[in-house]
């Protein structure tokens, strides 16, 4: 079985502008979680997505979005980039299980 | 609200056993996990115990839970060198609730 990717794997944007990251969960997991990772903070939970519907949500700003489609593919879009976005972005995956599963991350740098 | 604790760094040599540990406030946390993290790469789960368990053994991973004290604590036995990484301590109240992680301890295995 393959497992969670995420693309791109690295981004450099500028303040103001804004991003897309994708992630695609492992075949047949409805579940996917987005998890934003600093070094001053740490892992923070964003929001997670299942079949399609925001099921938590984490204490970011709403320029921090996201929507999951009928694949359970899974975007996150954040707006009005600043400086204290840059971070790895993790997407998990989750199946009918207690688990989640890890991606690689988007490794985004606004400059 | 919940909070995961962890020390933030830890040193061993190669071949002693390693104890990573983790406090946790949530008395209601029904799924504890580690992960383990590798530079530059994302999340890969280690192992977890349900709350009802003591102890869960996995090769050189040994998982000790004191769910009175809230303490979970990971073994390491035959620490590697390639086992040198940052292993976070997560719970789970009950499936389809987020998980919230700690800090992370970094582990460093000394030739």
């Known amino acids: 079985k393959a497992g969670v990717t995420q693309t791109p794997r690295y981004l450099i944007k500028t303040r103001g502008q804004q991003v897309t990251l994708s992630c695609s969960p492992i075949?047949?997991?409805?579940?996917v979680s987005w998890y934003q990772q600093t070094p001053g903070q740490g892992l923070q939970f964003l929001f997670e997505?299942?079949?399609?519907?925001?099921?938590n949500k984490g204490n970011f700003p709403g320029r921090f979005s996201g929507r999951q489609f009928s694949n359970s593919r899974s975007e996150m879009n954040v707006s009005t980039l600043e400086l204290g976005d840059s971070a790895l972005y993790l997407c998990?995956?989750?199946?009918?299980?207690?688990?989640?599963?890890f991606g690689p991350g988007t490794r985004l740098l606004v400059l | 609200g919940e909070d995961v604790e962890q020390s933030l760094f830890l040193s061993v040599r190669e071949g002693d056993s390693s104890v990573i540990n983790c406090t946790y406030t949530?008395?209601?946390?029904?799924?504890l996990y580690w992960y383990k993290q590798e530079p530059g790469a994302g999340l890969q789960l280690l192992t977890y115990?349900?709350?009802?368990?003591d102890m869960k053994q996995d090769q050189r991973l040994t998982v000790l839970l004191n769910k009175k004290d809230k303490h979970l604590s990971l073994r390491i036995a035959d620490t590697q060198t390639g086992d040198s990484a940052i292993y976070f301590c997560a719970e789970r109240e009950n499936y389809g609730q987020n998980f919230v992680f700690g800090p992370g301890t970094r582990l460093s295995v000394l030739p």
């Open positions: 997505y299942f079949s399609e519907t925001q099921r």
């Open positions: 949530d008395s209601s946390s029904t799924y």
């Open positions: 998990a995956s989750g199946g009918q299980s207690e688990t989640q599963y």
């Open positions: 115990i349900f709350s009802n368990m």
């Open positions: 075949s047949g997991h409805r579940s």
